[in-house]
Structure formats: C-alpha cells, structure tokens
C-alpha cells in the first residue's frame, strides 16, 4: 500500500515537458567514445510529459517504472555506473529514446529533469558477512548523497521538483508481537540503521523539492525477485508452506 500510494503521488505530479534528447553516449566500436550531454538550457514548465531520472534503473522494480514511464510517453534518464551494463538490460535498438548516463555525467542529466527517482542499492538477498553489509549500507548512502548533493546545487530554475527515494519496510525492525505502519518508530537492528541513515541521506535535499520516501517489502514476480528464487524449488516438490498466514499478528 505504502508504494502504490507514493508511487500515485509522484506520477500525478504535474510536471513538465522538456526539450529533445541527443542519442546517448556509447562507446563505438572503433574506440571513440562519446559523451552523454544533458541540455538544461530549457526551463520546466508545465505539462502531462515528463523526464525522469533514475538510478537503480536495472534492479527489479525500476525495470517495470521505467517501461511503464516509456509507455505513457515520458522521458527517461538512466543513471548508473555502467553504460555497457544498463545497454544490456536496455539495448538501443529497443530503447532508442532512452539516455543513459555514467557518474560523471548525473548531475548535468538531473538538471533540467522533472522528477529523480533514486532505487540504487545492492542486493539484501546475499549472504552477509561484515564486508558484504558495509557495502550494502555504502551502495545506499553514497549514490543517495551523490543525488541529493546535484540536485541542491542545481539552479533553482532547472531543479527536479521531486526526488522519490527508495528505502525498505526493514526500517521498522522485526517483532513476534507487534505490526508496524507508517508511523511506527525505526527498529534497532542492522537493517533498521541502514534504512535510518538511507532515509536521512535523502532528507537533505533542498526544502523546495518534494521528498517521497518508499519503504518496500518483498516484491513477487515470476519473473524476478524473492518469487523467481522460489518457484524452482516448488517445481521439484521441494516447496512447502511458508508460514501460517498470521505470522506477527497480535
């Protein structure tokens, strides 16, 4: 419920058109490289279209966001790491209105943009040991910084007016007795922190911009996720019920 709703409240934003896109940046073949160039020359006014960028942009969830911004005719920024990885996922001959950007290139890509939708993160379902949970606390933090960081020093006049942050329903800890909603108070486990100082990374961003935190639980699609890792062993009768169905109620 608390995704359906922040994720309504962001695609009824009203927000802008922007100006045409130049082809993204590749590296050819013949070993020239060219470069991403976000124009902001264009102030954002108001409008049904809207360019968004996102970070996360080949996880699970962010897949379907971006298909689903590309099918209601909105343009799309991807921001990741690496070019030739997100051109795996979203290759140019299907996604030829797509732009995807490497770090250098993010803040020029957030100017000019409507909205920013930050779903960056290492994988939770791993196993942990104490390097493994540093990193995925420092994938969090550092890309939600580098975000809130290049939409603050944007100009006011080009600032995406909505930045949607992705964090996790692990903010409220866990308990055999007790069920959580949104005003619940964080937990004090490891998954609690990382949620805490995630949350709070992306809480700096400039009053004027409109924060939407998410807390998401598992999310199930066959072809993905917590559901695409069970489903093979349901197929070999290996499967079995996971719980009573009352699991944490009071």
């Known amino acids: 419920m608390e995704l359906r709703r922040a994720a309504l409240s962001f695609t009824n934003t009203a927000l802008a058109p922007f100006s045409s896109l130049p082809n993204p ?11 991403v160039v976000c124009s902001n020359s264009t102030k954002p006014s108001q409008g049904s279209q809207m ?16 298909q689903k911004l590309l099918a209601d005719d909105h343009k799309v920024r991807v921001l990741t790491r690496s070019r ?39 994988p939770i379902s791993t196993r942990w040991s104490s390097e493994i949970k540093k990193e995925i606390k ?14 603050n020093r ?3 006049d080009f600032r995406p007016s909505v930045l949607v942050s992705a964090t996790a329903i692990g903010y409220y800890g866990t308990s055999e007795t007790h ?17 805490r100082e995630w949350e709070a990374r992306a809480s700096e961003v400039d009053n004027n911009v409109r924060l939407v935190l998410i807390r998401i639980g598992i999310v199930l699609g066959k072809d993905g996720g917590a559901l695409a890792k069970m489903i093979p062993l349901f197929m070999m009768f290996a499967g079995g019920p996971l719980g009573s169905g009352r699991q944490w109620c009071n």
């Open 25 to 35: 940046s590749l590296s050819g073949r013949d070993g020239k490289r060219w470069r």
């Open 51 to 66: 360019v968004v960028s996102i970070t996360g942009a080949t996880g699970f969830i962010s897949q379907r966001l971006v």
């Open 84 to 122: 030739a990885k997100a051109r795996l996922v979203f290759p140019a001959e299907k996604f030829p209105e797509i732009l995807i950007a490497e770090e250098e290139e993010w803040e020029k890509c957030i100017q000019g943009s409507n909205g920013v939708v930050n779903l960056a993160g290492m």
């Open 138 to 151: 420092k994938s969090r933090i550092n890309v939600t910084s580098k975000i809130v960081g290049s939409i």
């Open 154 to 156: 944007t100009n006011p």
């Open 179 to 195: 069920s959580f909603d949104e005003t619940s108070p964080s937990g004090n486990d490891y998954l609690s922190e990382v949620c």
